[in-house]
């Protein structure tokens, strides 16, 4: 069984940071991706940032250069640091993990309950 864990978000003002963390806990061979998504009300789920099992990351286009995602060392816990906020990011953010079970499972997707950021003066 597979638990994820967010932390982090809440209010704050246009130009201002906040830090999200995930913690995933639990039974598996292993944990190929760590990532963050977003959802807007009315609007669909979309990519924030990923950092691969080796350190790879990948970001979209829109957080570039305001956002990092890293992995504390030796857990499974990644944070997503976000810089220079925007009112467009306003939006439930998703904690994701993609895992493997067992060394023959294919990849699943594992999801957080989500944590509300909202970005308004």
């Known amino acids: 069984q597979v638990h994820i864990v967010e932390s982090g978000g809440g209010l704050v003002q246009p130009g201002g940071s906040l830090r999200l963390s995930c913690e995933t806990s639990?039974?598996?061979?292993?944990?190929?991706?760590m990532g963050w998504y977003r959802q807007a009300p009315g609007k669909q789920r979309d990519l924030v940032a990923t950092i691969r099992h080796d350190g790879v990351t990948n970001y979209a286009d829109s957080v570039k250069g305001r956002f990092t995602i890293s992995r504390v060392k030796d857990k499974n816990i990644s944070v997503l640091e976000m810089n220079n906020l925007e009112i467009e990011d306003s939006a439930v953010y998703y904690c994701?993990?993609?895992?493997?079970?067992?060394?023959?499972?294919?990849?699943?997707?594992?999801w957080g309950q989500g944590t509300q950021v909202t970005v308004s003066s």
């Open positions: 639990g039974s598996f061979w292993r944990l190929n991706f």
């Open positions: 994701n993990a993609v895992i493997r079970l067992g060394l023959h499972s294919a990849p699943a997707d594992y």
